[in-house]
Nanobody, 114 residues
Framework: QVTLVESGGGLVQAGGSLVLSCAAS????????MGWYRQAPGKQRELVAR???????NYADSVKGRFIISRDNAKNMVFLQMSSLKPEDTAVYYC????????WGQGTQVTVSS
């Protein structure tokens, strides 16, 4: 069974921080590049951060310098440390491999108030 379970979202004030967690099945995690995607109201889902199994990271310009992606290969988990949050970061956040598979979790809602 392929599973992706995100957690850690919530309501935070602008400038605050949150850490998101994702538990992925081994078949998804494996040797794949893992990423965090987000979908804001009225917008398409976008990739904001990704990390290879070897630790190479990439970030969207909109979050660079504020978000940090990390992963625990032994536990098949990926994390997203978010700081200096802005209202425009408000979205449902999802984890998946990069490129994404057809399987998606429920995501976790992040709401940043101004």
């Amino acid at each position: 069974q392929v599973t992706l379970v995100e957690s850690g979202g919530g309501l935070v004030q602008a400038g605050g921080s949150l850490v998101l967690s994702c538990a992925a099945s081994r078949s998804i995690f494996s040797r794949n590049v893992m990423g965090w995607y987000r979908q804001a109201p009225g917008k398409q889902r976008e990739l904001v951060a990704r990390m290879s199994s070897g630790g190479i990271t990439n970030y969207a310009d909109s979050v660079k310098g504020r978000f940090i992606i990390s992963r625990d290969n032994a536990k098949n988990m990926v994390f997203l440390q978010m700081s200096s949050l802005k209202p425009e970061d408000t979205a449902v956040y999802y984890c998946n491999q990069v490129p994404a598979t057809v399987y998606w979790g429920q995501g976790t809602q992040v709401t940043v108030s101004s």
